[in-house]
C-alpha cells in the first residue's frame, strides 16, 4: 500500500513541475508560445462580451473548417496598443474595432496590410474612411443625448443649450481620458466648434452637468437610477430598450450645429495585420465581416448599425436615431491635437472649480486602464 506521505511527496513534486513550468512558459517569446488557433483574432471586451463572436465566430469556422481564436484587451486602444508592441512578431491575423479616432495612429505604426475585400462595393463610400485599406468598415454609429421621456418632454437642442440654467445638475458626462463615451462627446463638441476646443465652454459645462464619471457603465448605472434625467450614450440606446424591455419611455437626440442636427460619426474597422501568419485566411474573415450573414448579426449584438447596406435591420431599431448630419474630425488633425485637446479639457474642468469635474493623476489613469485590461471594457469598448 502507498502511504499518504509518499503521496504528498508526489503531489508536492508535480505542483512544483507545474509551476516550473508555468513560469518557463510565460517568459518564452510570444512566437514561442503555441497558438490555439488557425486564425488569431484581437478585438474589444464587447465583441465577446455582448454575443458578436458567438453569433458569428462559429460559422466561419464551418465554412473553412478551421478554429479561430479571439483575444479580447479591453477597449479599441489597448487592442491596437498591444498589435505595435508586438509589430516585429505579430500575433494577430486580423484586428477589430480600429476607428476612425484611431486610424491615423494604426497607419504611423504601419500595423496593417493593404487589403480591399471583394464585397467592397456593399459599403457607401461616405463610411470608407481609409482609401488605402488598411482598415475597411465594419460598422458605424453615433453618440447621443439620451434621456427619460418622464421627465424631459424636449431635450436640449444645441451645445449652448446644455450650459443654461434649466439644465443645472441634469446631464451626466463622461471622461475623455478613461471613457471611449466621453472622447467621442469630446470630439463631437470640438467638431461642432470647426475642430477647436473651446476652453471657456468646457468650464462652464462641467459646472452645470450633475458629475463627470470615470465610464459609461457608472454614468448609466446613475441615469438608470433616476439621479439625473440626461446621459451621454448612444443613439441606438431606445431601440435597446425596445428590444428587451419593451419600453419606449428613452429618447436620444442630437444637438443643432448650423440648424441640422449633427452626430459625431464613429466608424469601426477592420483589417488584415502586416506580416499575419495566416494572410490568405484573414483575408477571407474580413470578407465574411462585412458579408450580409455577418452584418445583420452586428444590430443585436454590437448595438451599432453594420456597414453592408444589404443588411437588414431589425424592427427595433426603427427606434434608433440617425443625425441630419455627420460630423468628422480628419485622422491627421484628430492625431496631431489628441493629447493637446486631453490636456486642454483638464485645465477646462479644473478650472471651474466644480466638484463635479475630476481631477486624476497620471497614475490613477494607468490604473483605470489596467484595470480595463485585466477586467473588463466598457459596454462600447471604443
Same mark, same amino acid.
Given at each position: +500500500?502507498?502511504?499518504?506521505?509518499?503521496?504528498?511527496?508526489? !503531489?508536492?513534486?508535480?505542483?512544483?513541475? !507545474?509551476?516550473?513550468?508555468?513560469?518557463?512558459?510565460?517568459?518564452?517569446?510570444?512566437?514561442?508560445?503555441? /497558438?490555439?488557433? =488557425?486564425?488569431? $483574432?484581437?478585438?474589444?471586451?464587447?465583441?465577446?462580451?455582448?454575443?458578436?463572436?458567438?453569433?458569428?465566430?462559429?460559422?466561419?469556422?464551418?465554412?473553412?473548417?478551421?478554429?479561430?481564436?479571439? %483575444?479580447?484587451?479591453?477597449?479599441?486602444?489597448?487592442?491596437?496598443?498591444?498589435?505595435? +508592441?508586438?509589430?516585429?512578431?505579430?500575433?494577430?491575423?486580423?484586428?477589430?474595432?480600429?476607428?476612425?479616432?484611431?486610424?491615423? @495612429?494604426? #497607419?504611423?505604426? =504601419?500595423?496593417?496590410?493593404?487589403?480591399?475585400?471583394?464585397?467592397?462595393?456593399?459599403?457607401?463610400?461616405?463610411?470608407?474612411?481609409?482609401?488605402?485599406?488598411?482598415?475597411?468598415?465594419?460598422?458605424?454609429?453615433?453618440?447621443?443625448?439620451?434621456?427619460?421621456?418622464?421627465?424631459?418632454?424636449?431635450?436640449?437642442?444645441?451645445?449652448?443649450? #446644455?450650459?443654461?440654467?434649466?439644465?443645472?445638475?441634469?446631464?451626466?458626462?463622461?471622461?475623455? %481620458?478613461?471613457?471611449?463615451?466621453? +472622447?467621442?462627446?469630446?470630439?463631437?463638441?470640438?467638431?461642432?466648434?470647426?475642430?477647436?476646443?473651446?476652453?471657456?465652454?468646457?468650464?462652464? #459645462?462641467?459646472?452645470?452637468?450633475?458629475?463627470?464619471? &470615470?465610464?459609461?457603465?457608472?454614468?448609466?448605472?446613475?441615469?438608470?437610477?433616476?439621479?439625473?434625467?440626461?446621459?451621454?450614450?448612444?443613439?441606438?440606446?431606445?431601440?435597446?430598450?425596445?428590444?428587451?424591455?419593451?419600453?419606449?419611455?428613452?429618447?436620444?437626440?442630437?444637438?443643432?450645429?448650423?440648424? @441640422?442636427?449633427?452626430?459625431? !460619426?464613429?466608424?469601426?474597422?477592420?483589417?488584415?495585420?502586416?506580416?499575419?501568419?495566416? %494572410?490568405?485566411?484573414?483575408?477571407?474573415?474580413?470578407?465574411?465581416?462585412? &458579408?450580409?450573414?455577418?452584418?445583420?448579426? $452586428?444590430?443585436?449584438?454590437?448595438?451599432?448599425?453594420?456597414?453592408?447596406?444589404?443588411?437588414? !435591420?431589425?424592427?427595433?431599431?426603427?427606434?434608433?436615431?440617425?443625425?441630419?448630419?455627420? #460630423?468628422?474630425?480628419?485622422? @491627421?488633425?484628430?492625431?496631431?491635437?489628441?493629447?493637446?485637446?486631453?490636456?486642454?479639457?483638464?485645465?477646462?474642468?479644473?478650472?471651474?472649480?466644480?466638484?463635479?469635474?475630476? /481631477?486624476?493623476?497620471?497614475?490613477?489613469?494607468?490604473?483605470?486602464?489596467?484595470?480595463?485590461?485585466?477586467?473588463?471594457?466598457?459596454?462600447?469598448?471604443?
Amino acid at each position: +500500500m502507498i502511504s499518504l506521505k509518499l503521496v504528498k511527496q508526489l !503531489l508536492s513534486g508535480f505542483a512544483v513541475l !507545474l509551476l516550473m513550468s508555468t513560469i518557463v512558459y510565460a517568459s518564452m517569446p510570444a512566437s514561442a508560445q503555441s /497558438s490555439n488557433g =488557425d486564425l488569431v $483574432i484581437y478585438a474589444y471586451d464587447s465583441f465577446a462580451s455582448w454575443g458578436l463572436k458567438n453569433a458569428t465566430i462559429p460559422e466561419f469556422e464551418q465554412m473553412y473548417g478551421v478554429h479561430v481564436e479571439v %483575444r479580447t484587451y479591453g477597449d479599441s486602444g489597448q487592442v491596437l496598443g498591444k498589435a505595435i +508592441m508586438e509589430k516585429k512578431d505579430p500575433q494577430a491575423d486580423v484586428i477589430i474595432g480600429v476607428d476612425n479616432s484611431l486610424l491615423q @495612429k494604426a #497607419l504611423d505604426n =504601419d500595423v496593417f496590410e493593404p487589403y480591399t475585400p471583394e464585397n467592397m462595393s456593399s459599403i457607401p463610400k461616405e463610411l470608407d474612411f481609409d482609401p488605402s485599406h488598411h482598415v475597411v468598415p465594419f460598422d458605424y454609429g453615433y453618440v447621443a443625448l439620451v434621456y427619460n421621456k418622464s421627465q424631459v418632454s424636449q431635450p436640449p437642442q444645441t451645445f449652448d443649450d #446644455l450650459i443654461k440654467p434649466e439644465w443645472k445638475g441634469k446631464i451626466i458626462l463622461e471622461d475623455p %481620458r478613461t471613457s471611449s463615451t466621453g +472622447m467621442i462627446f469630446l470630439l463631437w463638441s470640438i467638431a461642432a466648434n470647426d475642430n477647436h476646443f473651446n476652453s471657456s465652454y468646457w468650464t462652464k #459645462l462641467s459646472k452645470n452637468s450633475l458629475t463627470i464619471t &470615470s465610464g459609461w457603465d457608472s454614468a448609466y448605472e446613475m441615469f438608470t437610477a433616476g439621479e439625473a434625467p440626461i446621459v451621454v450614450s448612444y443613439a441606438t440606446d431606445p431601440a435597446y430598450w425596445v428590444e428587451y424591455y419593451n419600453s419606449t419611455n428613452y429618447g436620444a437626440s442630437f444637438l443643432k450645429v448650423n440648424g @441640422k442636427y449633427a452626430g459625431y !460619426l464613429q466608424i469601426e474597422g477592420i483589417g488584415v495585420v502586416k506580416g499575419a501568419k495566416h %494572410r490568405e485566411l484573414a483575408e477571407r474573415f474580413v470578407d465574411f465581416a462585412i &458579408s450580409p450573414q455577418f452584418q445583420k448579426k $452586428i444590430p443585436l449584438t454590437n448595438w451599432m448599425f453594420p456597414v453592408n447596406s444589404n443588411a437588414a !435591420l431589425p424592427d427595433c431599431f426603427r427606434y434608433a436615431v440617425r443625425p441630419e448630419t455627420n #460630423l468628422t474630425i480628419p485622422a @491627421k488633425i484628430l492625431a496631431e491635437k489628441h493629447d493637446e485637446w486631453l490636456q486642454e479639457w483638464q485645465s477646462a474642468i479644473s478650472s471651474g472649480g466644480s466638484s463635479n469635474s475630476p /481631477s486624476l493623476p497620471a497614475a490613477w489613469i494607468l490604473l483605470a486602464i489596467l484595470a480595463a485590461i485585466f477586467v473588463t471594457g466598457e459596454r462600447r469598448k471604443r
